[in-house]
């Protein structure tokens, strides 16, 4: 160290002298210094001022200009070297060396604005104010296809640099995305595919750019989904594979990748490693086998992927992901209900899946899950459900395969997802009024749905069990379904939900509530009254704000409610005739005349 105290001092001086010999022997012995012990030299060439003098041999024309830009690269490699190189006024001159012809020099330069930019806002603020990043991709752009080893280790290091520049900094992301540097480093991959280290610098440079949504177009434009496939077909090491997967799932999650990745042949690799791995326990292969199925499952979330990979319901992808079902890994259980839920999203492939027996499947997977089951895979399963039940010529069918009384085994689950979702099958299923007056005749599913309509943690449960409960009465037409939900507390939900911010909900809402009052009128009026039902509606009918249908069928069910004694003293009070003279002149006719009919109503039996 005394020695490196030496040196210290003789640069000074050779470096104000200039004298070249001398100046290369001194640097020499730091780069010797650094290597023995990087950190403990970075501390005495910062103590000793020397970096302000670096700044003045970082010139074009000499020999030691390399050897300069060596020693601040290896300095840099310290966290708290950064900010003095910044300091120094050593950037801008760095960046200038980028224009330099020399291939040593641009090398250790690139290598030491990398280092600068590491993990530090001055120093890749200082090289943006310079303008280095457009000269590196200048650079990357016409050294793109020499495969000479030393234009791919500079070629390397420039792809780091640039990686180091703009990590986890969105706006300098988006200013590399602008200069057009994903069709080069795409191109690069193609033409670089065999060098290692090139290759992984281009993945982990895809991995920071893909997570920014304004890059999915340009690389949509690109062929890095051929490009990436080719590499993945070709890795064997876990890791590797790791770094491709954590570039595509980024990216697939853009329709149109999603499609190119199919094209490519990404799906057919997928299903490969999940054969390869669905048997072992090795904690690697675990991970490989989710990773791989879960993007398969999103890469179904694009229509045309999805619908190219179903094939009409004969493709070997569809057959493969429904032999997942029965399966006993309950990752590939999961990625197969949810693969049945994306392919579930068109009457077609729905009425085809039902009609092949693919209920019957998820019922026995649902089976499997009654007791102490795996939530994710319940979930799934009923997802998939909730979907097939959309088409009207699957409600029936699905009814006489048992689907209600499957489904009810849920009741007692006490995870919000699950719950949600048990609900929305349920709500798809009671089109038919047979299915609505035997559901809504169930004391324990109406008491349970009543307690939901509580769930004020939980507004997606809340929301559906009130859609249910208003979906039972709907469709039955039943006096025993309003009565059960009139006991089981029910009435009040209902109103609220008239209120919704959702004018579906409402609707749905005010036509339960009307029939209610037209077929029960006595045993509800009691909740009717005390959950405020009146005012709401005079609130409703005022507020300039609500939809037709909204005004209208809230005069339909304050017509309805007239029969109620208390009810009618309530609308009486409330001076509903001055609202509902306004609505007549209304621009909707049926509400115009809905008023009309409504105002003589009131007349009369005010």
């Known amino acids: 160290m005394d020695n490196l105290s030496d040196t210290l001092k003789k640069l000074k001086i050779t470096a104000v002298d200039r004298t070249d010999d001398s100046l290369e022997g001194c640097l020499d012995c730091l780069l010797q210094a650094l290597a023995q012990n990087n950190m403990e030299t970075s501390e005495k060439i910062q103590g000793s001022g020397i970096l302000q003098l670096f700044a003045s041999l970082l010139v074009p024309q000499s020999s030691c200009t390399a050897k300069v830009a060596n020693i601040i690269a290896e300095v840099a490699k310290n966290e708290f070297m950064r900010i003095p190189c910044v300091d120094a006024g050593l950037i801008s001159p760095l960046v200038q060396l980028l224009n330099s012809k020399d291939q040593e020099v ?12 590491y993990d530090s806002h001055e120093g890749r603020s200082a090289v943006d104010q310079a303008g280095g990043a457009q000269i590196v991709i200048d650079h990357l752009r016409s050294l793109c296809s020499k495969t000479d080893p030393a234009n791919e280790k500079l070629l390397t290091v420039f792809c780091g640099m640039l990686m180091n520049y703009s990590n986890e900094n969105d706006s300098l992301q988006a200013q590399l995305i602008n200069m057009g540097v994903i069709p080069t480093l795409v191109k690069l991959l193609g033409i ?13 440079a895809f991995g920071n750019l893909a997570e920014l949504e304004s890059s999915k177009e340009q690389f949509a434009s690109t062929n890095i989904a051929e490009e990436l496939v080719k590499l993945f077909k070709k890795q064997i090491d876990h890791d590797k594979r790791e770094m491709v997967f954590e570039v595509l799932a980024p990216l697939a999650e853009n329709d149109a990748i999603k499609l190119q990745l199919v094209e490519a042949g990404l799906v057919e690799c997928l299903l490969e490693i999940v054969q390869q791995k669905v048997d072992s326990d090795k904690e690697e292969d675990i991970a490989e086998l989710k990773t791989a199925s879960d993007l398969m499952v999103l890469l179904l979330l694009g229509d045309e992927s999805m619908q190219k990979l179903f094939e009409g319901g004969k493709g070997n992808v569809f057959q493969r992901v429904l032999s997942w079902i029965p399966s006993n890994n309950h990752q590939l259980q999961l990625a197969g209900a949810l693969a049945i839920a994306n392919f579930a999203r068109n009457d077609g492939n729905c009425i085809h899946m039902v009609d092949n027996g693919i209920v019957e499947k998820l019922m026995g997977l649902l089976d499997r899950h009654v007791e102490d089951g795996n939530v994710t895979v319940q979930h799934a399963a009923l997802s998939a459900l909730r979907n097939l039940a959309i088409p009207v010529i699957n409600k029936a069918k699905m009814l006489s395969a048992g689907v209600t009384e499957a489904v009810l085994k849920f009741l007692k689950s006490e995870m919000p997802p699950v719950q949600f979702k ?25 008491a349970r749905l009543v307690e939901w309509c509580e769930a004020k943690d939980h507004a997606g449960v809340m929301g559906e069990s009130s859609r249910l409960l208003s979906a039972l009465i709907r469709h039955s037409k039943s006096k025993d379904v309003i009565k059960t939900i009139v006991q089981s507390g029910g009435i009040k939900h209902l109103v609220t939900m008239a209120t919704s911010e959702h004018v579906i909900m409402q609707n749905e809402a005010l036509v339960a509530l009307a029939l209610i009052a037209a077929l029960e009128l006595g045993t509800a009026e009691k909740d009717l009254e005390s959950a405020k039902l009146v005012q709401i509606l005079h609130t409703l009918l005022a507020d300039e704000r609500s939809a037709p249908e909204i005004k209208y069928n809230s005069m339909v069910l304050i017509c309805a409610v007239m029969g109620s004694e208390s009810l009618h003293k309530e609308v009486q009070d409330l001076a509903f005739l001055d609202v509902v003279s306004k609505l007549r002149s209304h621009e909707n006719k049926s509400v115009a005349q809905q008023a009309s009919l409504t105002e003589q109503r009131l007349a009369v039996e005010s």
């Open 422 to 446: 048990l609900l929305g099958t349920l709500r798809m299923l009671i089109d038919a009024q047979e299915a609505a007056e035997q559901l809504g005749a169930n004391v324990k599913l109406v």
């Open 106 to 117: 641009l090398l250790q330069t690139g290598r030491a604005l990398g280092n600068i930019c």
């Open 192 to 204: 670089h595919c065999q060098n290692a280290a090139l290759t992984e610098m281009c993945l982990v």
